[in-house]
């Protein structure tokens, strides 16, 4: 959903339960750029996914271990404290 900066403006508080409700991000246009308004939910997990596809090593780890769910090969395993 793409809308003018005036409208966000003018819809501020619904857009941003909006974002929150059903996850899906407004653009929001104007003559000097456009931006994005999104939940922030939504944001830190785009930053982590970011941070942990960064390193080549790390994400061919992960690359493999969704292969492998993918597969039905997945294993549960209890996690270290």
Not at 1 to 17: C, D, G, W
Not at 35 to 40: E, H, I, Q, R
Not at 59 to 65: I, K, P, Q, V, Y
């Amino acid at each position: 959903m793409a809308i003018t900066a005036s409208e966000a403006r003018a819809r501020l508080f619904p857009l941003i339960e909006q974002v929150n409700e059903d996850h899906a991000p407004v653009e929001i246009v104007s003559k000097k750029g456009s931006a994005v308004l999104m939940s922030l939910e939504d944001y830190e997990a785009l930053q982590e996914t970011a941070y942990l596809l960064r390193t080549p090593a790390n994400a061919a780890r992960l690359t493999e271990s969704i292969a492998q769910h993918r597969a039905g090969k997945a294993a549960a395993r209890q996690l270290a404290e």
